[in-house]
């Protein structure tokens, strides 16, 4: 089994940066795709961007340009880094893992605010 734990999340002020960290733990040389989900409130969960264990990366068009998503030591913690951070960014973000058996995986996520 595989737990993640995000970390990094907290108030910041709109243009201000912040990067976030999902820590991976157990059988993660099992994993072959890494995503950033975030749910703002009273909104669908969405992805925001995704890293295989081939290293290539995608992301949602609303983030491109602002935010990267890069990994460390193999897949065992993946970052998303964040600029010319919006309003519109606030929300609970989630990093998810996918096993190579298909099966995915969630971490309990971290609040990010955008607010001055």
């Known amino acids: 089994q595989v737990q993640l734990v995000e970390s990094g999340g907290g108030l910041v002020q709109p243009g201000g940066s912040l990067r976030l960290s999902c820590a991976a733990s157990?059988?993660?040389?099992?994993?072959?795709?890494m995503d950033w989900y975030r749910q703002a409130s009273g909104k669908e969960r969405e992805l925001v961007a995704s890293i295989t264990i081939s290293g290539t990366t995608n992301y949602v068009d609303s983030v491109k340009g602002r935010f990267t998503i890069s990994r460390d030591n193999g897949m065992n913690t993946v970052y998303l880094q964040m600029h010319s951070l919006k309003p519109e960014d606030t929300a609970v973000y989630y990093c998810?893992?996918?096993?190579?058996?298909?099966?995915?995986?969630w971490g309990q996520g971290t609040q990010v605010t955008v607010s001055s």
């Open positions: 157990g059988r993660t040389s099992n994993i072959v795709k």
């Open positions: 998810r893992s996918r096993m190579a058996w298909g099966q995915n995986l």
